[in-house]
């Protein structure tokens, strides 16, 4: 008798995502074309070229008027960059609690060299912009925020902040780590005031170790590594012609189908929160403005991680948090919203992509129902019977 296959649904798209074929194709195509893009032949010349071509793209993409961007490994590298050689020293650093470790781990290390650094709270679910404005004053060099929480999916509006950051203080430079936002909504360097932003390339369907970072102001940047003089001498190297390339077509094809994936993004998120309805006591993390893309919910009486590896045997892959914080007994996010033991140790994080489909919530649905009751069992819990608003 044959077996029947069923396919593995994916819902960790926060983590990294499944990249195209285009992409992989671009990848396949450089190793072909393997020439140093500073050597001066031809075909070195043609792939100096293409590279402009991304970057330009790239710009283009974010509504660049000014600045440039640069080739990075990624989010984590270019948070780095911007974060450590963007500001002068002593000066107060503004950000949030519940930023990712890159950001979180940068600031750590400024503060050791004697920057101030403030760190915002959320309240209600997520922090308030007017929190972090209440902050900014003349002696304020940076504030530095992630567009997309990564775990919770809140939004900041980044638009109405920029600008009032600038009329506050016009020489607060302010940096956006747009890691889960870019190509999921619109992030417009020029009309949000933004100096600075961070994008990951194996977040929209690129491919890992590639990234950017733009600069306003890439004159004022020291590079993070020093030697030939690539990327106008702010990250020296040759470049990853094959990460590049790939980085440019997954953002040609991301902004070719922007509204089309858009608009899946929306509805699935409604299908699946209509859904969840069906599940008795659980909570949903993610505050009223979340993005599409991603929502935190815990499923009380049910350890994360026994949910986590339930579905796992089901061929559902979610995650508890960020990948970075998996090994923690629960992330520092959950931790900086307040919220009880008994929602954050059951948190599950599903993060979604355009090729996710509603059959897939259907049965991921179901499979929650199943896994809530039998764990349940288990773990003896005696439920409050709350249905999902
Ligand atoms: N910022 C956010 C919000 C992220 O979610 C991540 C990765 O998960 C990063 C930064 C780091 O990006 P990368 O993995 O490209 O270094």
Redesign the pocket.
Known sequence: MSKAIIEDIYLDN??TTIPLPEVINMVQWSMNNYYNPSAIYKQAIQISKSIQQVREDLFQSIGGQKGKVIFTS???ES?NTALKNGVKKGKKIISTAYE?D?TLKTLDKLEKEGYQVILIKPREFAVQAQDILDQVDESTAMVSL?HVN?ETGHMLDIETIGKEIKKINPQTLFHV?G??SYMKMDVNVEKAKIDFLSL?G?KIHGIKGT?ALYARYPEKLQPLIFGGGQEIGLRSGTENVPGILALGKAVELGIQNQSQNREKLQHLKSYFVKRLKEIDDIVINSPENWASHIINVSFLGVPSEIMLHTLESKGIYVSSG???SSKKKWSHVLESLRLKDEVKSSAIRFSFSHFNTDEEIHRTIYELREATKDIRKITKYKGKNTRAK
Do not use: L
């Open positions: 926060s983590a990624g989010g984590t948070i990712h890159a992630m990564n780590d890691v889960q990951s194996h990234g960020s990948a970075c």
